[in-house]
């Protein structure tokens, strides 16, 4: 389910407006407030919430019914004369969001409807370095159709897509470096036109946006759950690392929305190359690959995700090869932490992707790295913990996208389904 940290709140038109203005306030005004209440409210409710008239919320109420964004719940019994009143909830049989994510060896497709329940998750595991852009993206292509036509068995209409890709993405959504994939100045939109549900869309909401992986999957863990902090650093632990930066509730993307390269700050400068051209970067000690060659791993015939489960079963059985290798990746990675929290004054430090059920073993090199280089440690602790979505996140976070794009603007779905 969403919580509704970090979301805008719609503000009221300025000045003389059109009425077509005024009503797209009016249902973004009830919708969102329909979204963050801890208990379907009623029409009279909305009204008293918004001061908005009774007459006015009745009728926005019913174009966001009739729309599928809205669906009514059943009353609660009361102990009084009268009707209970009939309560307003998100539905869960309207519109939803396709999340797709490339990454270097998996796969992943998501479907999440509009009150951010996962309706439909697929992961393919393939190693993607020696295959093409197109390739690649047609495989993603073949398991989208097959996430949209299990969406519309369950009643679902796809809104839109996101994709999650692991490198630098641009404003007009074509990946510039993802060095892991091998992929340089790929455009994605071009290579996926065609695809259904990819160009399919409804006014207001993008047929595909692109985005790094790392931002989604911090957007996913912003959402997901009970309400968490508002600023976080959230670092996917994959073949490469990333990091979502979100600030105040809001995702930091940096002047050219490239924020975030955590994996590719060196931690040694004398250290081995690493395939962006630096040397001693974060990866080439924490990437997934790194820790299971340290751990004795690296030759195994198993998925990354079961080796990664493989090792978390040999550290709790206390294999000393185990444990070295993940104390050797938790003290590099709480040297490059340390140091972003050192920069934007950050309280919690969210682990996910393959990091997240390594947690118990990664948390205290870098817990000690924090308090040894950190200046503020000693009387302002920082937090680290395992993400909410795990592996899941930036397929989810990317779906979840589109959904809150919706609930941003409900004027733009209900033009074409309204």
Partial sequence: MWHCQGVSRPEPPAGAVRQGSLREWNLTLVLDRIAAADRPPSRAELAAETSLTRATVSAVVEDLVTGRLVTEAEPTPRTGAGRPARGLVLAPDGP??????????YLAVCVVDLTGRIRHHTVHRADLRPVSPAEALGRLAGLAARARADAAGQGLTL?????????????????RLAPNL????????????????????????PPLVVDNEANLAALGELHSGPPGPASFLHISGEVGIGAGIVLDGALFRGARGWSGEIGHMSV??????????????????????AILAAAG?????????TATTRLAELAAAGEPAALRALQEAGTALGVAVAGVVNLLDLDTVVLGGGYAPLVPWLRPPVLAEISRRVLTAAWSPVTVRPAVLGAEAAAVGAAGSVVRRILARPAGWLARHG
């Fill in 96 to 105: 939803a969001g396709l999340g797709l994510e490339v990454n270097v060896d």
């Fill in 159 to 175: 809104a839109g897509a996101a994709l999650a890709v692991p490198g630098l993405v641009d404003d007009a959504g074509r990946v």
């Fill in 182 to 205: 091998g992929w340089r100045d790929v455009a994605v939109a071009a290579l996926l036109a065609g695809h259904p549900p990819l160009t399919a869309h409804v006014e207001g909401v």
């Fill in 268 to 289: 040694r400068p004398d250290g081995p190359a690493c395939r962006c051209g630096g040397r001693g970067c974060l990866e080439t000690y924490t990437g997934q690959e």
């Fill in 297 to 305: 791993l690296a030759g195994a015939d198993l998925p990354a995700d």
